[in-house]
């Protein structure tokens, strides 16, 4: 089965930096590419930063310069370095896998497997 476990998330002032860790067991990992999503009380699901299978990134405006998503093969783990963290991040943060035959994506839709989230909380 695929199963996707976040850690890192907790509090942090304005300006300060949290790492999240997503570690993905289940399935091929290089196969498959993966994202950060987003969601505050009250708003929708966003995405966030995508990864290729072959490791290139993309980002949301909102983090661009600000956020780096990266993955290690070797220990089937994806990351969000996050700095400069405003109080508007605050949020549930999921990691996601997408579905097959996509380069990448930030939308929603195009994700079927997913962890329990973890919570950014920026004061």
């Known amino acids: 089965d695929v199963q996707l476990v976040e850690s890192g998330g907790g509090s942090s002032q304005s300006g300060g930096s949290l790492r999240l860790s997503c570690e993905a067991s289940?399935?091929?990992?290089?196969?498959?590419?993966m994202a950060w999503f987003r969601q505050a009380p009250g708003k929708e699901r966003e995405g966030v930063a995508s990864v290729d299978f072959d490791g290139s990134p993309y980002y949301a405006d909102s983090v661009k310069g600000r956020f780096t998503i990266s993955k290690d093969k070797a220990k089937h783990t994806l990351y969000l370095q996050m700095n400069n963290l405003q109080p508007e991040d605050t949020a549930m943060y999921y990691c996601?896998?997408?579905?097959?035959?996509?380069?990448?994506?930030?939308?929603?839709?195009?994700?079927?497997?997913w962890g329990q989230g973890t919570q950014v909380t920026v004061s």
């Open positions: 996601a896998r997408c579905r097959s035959n996509l380069i990448w994506s930030l939308a929603e839709r195009d994700y079927n497997y």
């Open positions: 289940g399935y091929t990992y290089d196969s498959y590419c």
